[in-house]
């Protein structure tokens, strides 16, 4: 049964992509993403942005979660928020949207603002025509 993304599941959500934000290994840009993204089984499942010296290894807060989810053998995502230290909306970058939208063009996006601001949205909205094989 899918979850329902009701007001208590988004709360969990947000709750885990700002605890997942905490632990932001971002040495470089000191810019700290936390995301939490919700598996079809209900379970949350927890990413932060990780960055490298070389700086190419970076990856995103988005595609940790998702390789979290996948590693402990989600199969299919709903949901995904994602928790910026910004007080700004920041949008999920081009190759994150690209592998998330390889496993749901429908994927909820939920974007949180450092001072709490929400804006919701659905993935394959801002990635129209994205690379199918
Ligand atoms: N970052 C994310 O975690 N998600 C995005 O969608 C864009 C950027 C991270 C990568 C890097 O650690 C920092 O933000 C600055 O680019």
């Given at each position: 049964m899918q979850p329902k993304l009701n007001k208590a599941v988004e709360e969990r959500m947000i709750t885990a992509a700002f605890n997942a934000l905490k632990n932001s290994?971002?040495?470089?840009?000191?810019f700290k993403v936390g995301s939490a993204i919700l598996g079809l089984s209900g379970k949350i499942y927890q990413g932060t942005n990780i960055e490298f010296?070389?700086?190419?290894?970076t990856v995103c807060a988005e595609r940790s979660a998702l390789f979290c989810g996948i590693s402990c053998g989600e199969k299919v995502f709903t949901a995904i928020a994602i928790a910026t230290s910004s007080n700004d909306f920041k949008f999920p970058c081009g190759l994150c949207r690209q592998a998330l939208v390889e496993f749901n063009p429908d994927l909820k996006v939920i974007l949180i603002t450092k001072n709490k601001k929400i804006k919701r949205f659905i993935l394959k909205d801002i990635i129209p025509n994205y690379f199918k094989l």
């Open positions: 290994h971002s040495p470089h840009s000191k010296d070389a700086f190419s290894l």
